[in-house]
């Protein structure tokens, strides 16, 4: 049987994160059976093991932005009766 080796957890990471951010964090972590000390090393293990964020960041398109922009204003958006007029609008 192979033997662990020993990883010295002497270096600290300390910073500042939204409370409401870190409490939804971490009842994530609850249910994944993990401590946010715990989270945090296995992102950084992942970060190690991509050589990279292990996620996808992209900066959003002119595209995204626009869609960005009408979720702030609902009331801008068109409205519909029925699918039919959807459809009609729509062209389809």
């Known amino acids: 049987m192979r033997k662990a080796a020993h990883i010295s957890m002497s270096d600290r990471i300390n910073t ?23 989270a945090i090393r296995l992102f950084y293990a992942q970060v190690e093991l991509h050589q990279g964020i292990p996620f996808p960041l992209v900066i959003p398109n002119a595209h995204a932005l626009d869609a960005f922009e009408e979720a702030t204003h609902p009331e801008k958006l068109p409205s519909f ?3 039919r007029a959807i459809r009609s609008r729509t062209g389809t």
């Open 81 to 83: 009766k029925n699918f």
């Open 16 to 38: 500042r994160i939204d409370t409401g951010l870190k409490k939804k964090a971490i009842k994530v972590f609850d249910r994944l059976g993990l401590t946010d000390a715990e």
